[in-house]
């Protein structure tokens, strides 16, 4: 059942930042119960890939939750809301600030009915300062961040990473801001307000490069794939692809192994080259060095070479070849999860193994709303004639929801 079984979510978000966090939670065991605005629900619903008319971008962050529909505008889906806050552990809203407020489902009114209620707010700039009320999407915050600007290769443009990292960055720590904030209240018996801002948690990463910055005065720039205080710590061509090296420091001999396997041994004794600091004051010279001897063989023997002799080394693979390799598979990191709507799709489980309570993909994204009536039996224990009344007062929005418009 996972670490975090009986532990429930409401869950408000949408798109990636929130719903990644709703997500890791759901993993490791949380009932996550995604509440959605009628007529159309999360918006990352409509972004493609589909399969069967079924979002594949949705499915990556949603799986394993269940869909209600909440008009929250409307008094009676207001309340209805409130109900099943009492009965949950935890909030996961990341709209722009003062949504909710304008809701009258801010933290202290969600408080009120539950004093134990853990609150999590994701937004790109937090719920303070003066960017408090700007809208912000990832690309935003890494640019605003910096990381933009030391991604890439020196000379070429700001370079977001092939990821995003503004959102990831945020669901994960607004994870561990829930889990810290659940810790704490095994003591005090009272929940909080955690505030999480995208931004803050892109400075937050990028720990190495401010502190650089303030110790030396100097601007980080890009750098391509190499460390920016340790030689040979980057991507090098093969004969037939690339493949990673890393000599940090206190490795011993490994710089002179490594001339040897490559046929370099004057660099060895060579002053520019004999430490890692030298090394990266020199990378300029040294690198067309490296890069035209890893050339002249294939990768895999490049690696099985470096591994005799423990010099950290690997392949660059592509995503393909990432979803093939052994010790992926052999870790369990993507499972095949069917759709109630008639498609399978291979997706990453969740890294974090636990040796007596296992968490993992616990199934598909769920259709919009299908979960509605389920948890009104379940969490507040409505009957039948509740339910309909909670249909006719509109607190659901419509039964019949209008189909959604793909990208």
Request: hydrophobic residues 40%; aromatic residues 6%.
């Amino acid at each position: 059942m996972g670490p975090l079984a009986g532990l429930r979510v409401l869950d408000c978000t949408w798109v990636l930042s929130g719903p990644y966090c709703t997500m890791t939670l759901c993993d490791l065991g949380a009932d996550v119960i995604k509440v959605e605005r009628p007529p159309w629900g999360d918006v990352a619903r409509t972004t493609g890939p589909h399969i069967n008319g079924q979002s594949c971008y949705f499915f990556s962050v949603n799986r394993g939750k269940r869909s209600v529909v909440i008009d929250l505008k409307s008094p009676a889906g207001r309340e209805l809301f409130l109900r099943l806050v009492e009965r949950s552990d935890v909030v996961v809203q990341n709209y722009t600030p003062g949504t909710m407020d304008s809701l009258d489902l801010g933290w202290h009114v969600l408080r009120a009915r539950n004093p134990r209620l853990v609150y999590c707010s994701v937004s790109g700039f937090g719920e303070t300062g003066p960017d408090r009320e700007r809208p912000a999407l990832d690309v935003i915050v890494q640019g605003m961040g910096g990381v933009m600007t030391i991604t890439g290769h020196p000379g070429g443009p700001p370079t977001r990473p092939g990821l995003s990292l503004g959102d990831i960055a945020a669901g994960l720590y607004a994870t561990i801001g829930i889990l810290a904030a659940l810790q704490e209240r095994e003591r005090s018996g009272e929940g909080q307000l955690i505030d999480i801002s995208m931004l803050d948690c892109q400075v937050a990463i990028l720990e190495n490069a401010f502190v650089r910055y303030f110790a030396s005065g100097q601007v980080p720039g890009p750098i391509g794939t190499r460390h920016p205080q340790a030689t040979p710590f980057q991507a090098f061509p093969t004969k037939d692809g690339w493949m990673t090296v890393a000599l940090a420091w206190g490795t011993g001999n490994q710089w002179e192994m490594l001339c040897a396997l490559l046929g370099l041994t004057e660099l060895i004794d060579d002053p520019r080259f004999d430490t890692s600091a030298r090394r990266t004051a020199h990378h300029a010279e040294l690198e067309p060095l490296l890069s035209e001897a890893f050339r002249q063989r294939p990768t895999a023997e490049w690696v099985a070479e470096l591994d005799v002799v423990g010099i950290p080394c690997g392949p660059v693979h592509t995503i393909a070849q990432a979803a093939e390799y052994p010790q992926v598979l052999a870790r369990d990191m993507l499972r095949d999860v069917p759709h109630p709507s008639g498609f399978s799709l291979r997706l990453p489980n969740t890294p974090v193994k636990l040796s007596r309570t296992p968490g993992g993909v616990r199934g598909a994204s769920p259709i919009l709303g299908v979960h509605t009536e389920d948890v009104l039996r379940e969490v507040l224990g409505c009957d039948d004639d509740e339910v309909a009344r909670l249909w006719e007062s509109g607190a659901l929005g419509p039964r019949e929801l209008p189909p959604l418009v793909l990208e």
